[in-house]
């Protein structure tokens, strides 16, 4: 265990968790909504801290991030313990659930990285809600740091400002999920609040990191042409270039839909290709939408068939066709 770096203890032996917008008010022997931080004798604490669920080498565009050293791979960790309840969780099993962990301390993770081969960039957390290893995290994501690794955030966005600005100056890009853009949406399927991710998202782009945006499309929940537009406006005006990935859902978990139809992503990804520079379709195979190409030349710039990825017509973050510059971080010339 370890003591929670944002909490407030209170009279009564209560304390106040400050980790997410949930604020979770936790008496003696109770767990916060997280399911992972306990009040024990008046002190808040990570049960999972170092309690690693699953790991991995992935591709980085698994994460996804697609306009981030495009082809390298990167060490992903997930842990137990989310601030959502979403009805469609993807990886139920570890967020919503206590799948088996073991013990990984952070100098343990580092190591694991380093020694993953050439084409390894660094550490991932991910998978489950990595903003509830909060105290995990930020200790690798230092000492990764240090070695000279990159750390990547895949997140619901769901923390509040103190905790995150303490983050930052360690992470290198995150990929954060816009589940939607319906306040109530937030609320009844996932247990929380849509104005909190937004504000993480601004402050992470502030900040200068690398920031790609995923909103998994759910059949006839969020889906249609209005909300998409509304999505994609809010972007534009954040920014143009911020990658936006949609993503194609399958039932699972609590929620038995059916699977959202080729046609709405595609329809998608016309709306948003209107403003934004790079739109992509995730969860699909075929068709449009997995490439990167020069958004003045149309050049391909990164052929990507599945995970299978080849950097093509890009030299450093410039289009070699035609020498327009592109949002693209590259570790090659």
Same mark, same amino acid.
């Given at each position: +265990?370890?003591?929670?770096?944002?909490?407030?203890?209170?009279?009564?032996?209560?304390?106040?968790?400050?980790?997410?917008?949930?604020?979770?008010?936790?008496?003696?022997?109770?767990?916060?909504?997280?399911?992972?931080?306990?009040?024990?004798?008046?002190?808040?604490?990570?049960?999972?801290?170092?309690r690693c669920a699953a790991s991995a080498l992935d591709p980085i565009e698994k994460k996804p991030l697609y306009h981030f050293y495009p082809g390298?791979?990167?060490?992903?960790?997930?842990?137990?313990?989310? $601030?959502?309840?979403?009805?469609?969780?993807?990886?139920?099993?570890?967020?919503?659930?206590?799948?088996?962990?073991?013990?990984?301390?952070?100098?343990?993770?580092?190591?694991?990285? #380093?020694?993953?081969?050439?084409? &390894?960039?660094?550490?991932?957390?991910?998978?489950?809600? =990595?903003? +509830?290893?909060?105290?995990? !995290?930020?200790?690798?994501?230092?000492?990764?740091?240090?070695?000279?690794?990159?750390? !990547?955030?895949?997140?619901?966005?769901?923390?509040?400002?103190?905790? #995150?600005?303490?983050?930052?100056?360690?992470?290198?890009?995150?990929?954060?999920?816009?589940?939607?853009?319906?306040?109530?949406?937030?609320?009844?399927?996932?247990g929380g609040d849509l104005e909190p991710v937004l504000e993480t998202v601004k402050a992470c782009v502030e900040a200068g990191c690398h920031v790609?945006?995923?909103?998994?499309?759910? /059949?006839?929940?969020?889906? $249609?042409?209005?909300?998409? /537009?509304?999505?994609?406006?809010?972007?534009? *005006?954040?920014?143009?270039?911020? =990658?936006?990935?949609? $993503?194609?859902?399958?039932?699972?978990?609590?929620?038995?839909?059916?699977?959202?139809?080729?046609?709405?992503?595609? *329809?998608?990804?016309?709306?948003?290709?209107?403003?934004?520079?790079?739109?992509?379709?995730?969860?699909?195979?075929?068709?449009?939408?997995?490439? /990167?190409? &020069?958004?003045?030349?149309?050049?391909?710039?990164?052929?990507?068939?599945?995970?299978?990825?080849?950097?093509?017509?890009?030299?450093?973050?410039? &289009?070699?066709?035609?020498?327009?510059?592109?949002?693209?971080?590259?570790?090659?010339?």
């Amino acid at each position: +265990m370890k003591e929670v770096y944002y909490y407030e203890k209170l009279s009564e032996g209560k304390v106040r968790c400050g980790i997410c917008p949930h604020r979770c008010l936790v008496t003696e022997g109770k767990y916060g909504l997280c399911r992972v931080r306990k009040n024990s004798g008046g002190t808040l604490f990570a049960l999972n801290y170092a309690r690693c669920a699953a790991s991995a080498l992935d591709p980085i565009e698994k994460k996804p991030l697609y306009h981030f050293y495009p082809g390298s791979t990167i060490f992903s960790l997930g842990a137990l313990g989310c $601030s959502f309840r979403c009805d469609f969780c993807q990886n139920w099993e570890i967020a919503q659930a206590d799948a088996p962990t073991v013990k990984l301390a952070p100098e343990q993770a580092v190591q694991l990285a #380093l020694e993953a081969g050439r084409d &390894c960039i660094g550490l991932a957390y991910t998978y489950s809600e =990595p903003l +509830m290893w909060y105290e995990y !995290v930020l200790d690798t994501a230092r000492l990764a740091r240090e070695q000279g690794l990159k750390n !990547v955030v895949v997140t619901n966005g769901y923390i509040n400002p103190e905790p #995150l600005a303490a983050l930052l100056p360690y992470i290198d890009a995150l990929n954060i999920d816009v589940k939607a853009f319906q306040p109530q949406f937030y609320r009844r399927l996932c247990g929380g609040d849509l104005e909190p991710v937004l504000e993480t998202v601004k402050a992470c782009v502030e900040a200068g990191c690398h920031v790609e945006l995923t909103t998994l499309l759910v /059949t006839g929940l969020n889906d $249609s042409p209005e909300e998409i /537009t509304q999505l994609v406006d809010w972007v534009a *005006r954040l920014d143009p270039e911020i =990658p936006l990935h949609f $993503s194609r859902y399958f039932p699972r978990y609590k929620l038995d839909l059916p699977p959202t139809p080729p046609e709405s992503l595609e *329809r998608a990804w016309e709306i948003a290709r209107e403003k934004l520079s790079y739109v992509y379709l995730g969860n699909i195979t075929g068709g449009k939408g997995s490439s /990167t190409c &020069c958004p003045q030349c149309g050049a391909v710039l990164v052929d990507r068939d599945g995970f299978r990825v080849q950097v093509r017509e890009l030299a450093g973050d410039r &289009c070699a066709k035609c020498g327009t510059r592109v949002r693209i971080i590259n570790g090659r010339g």
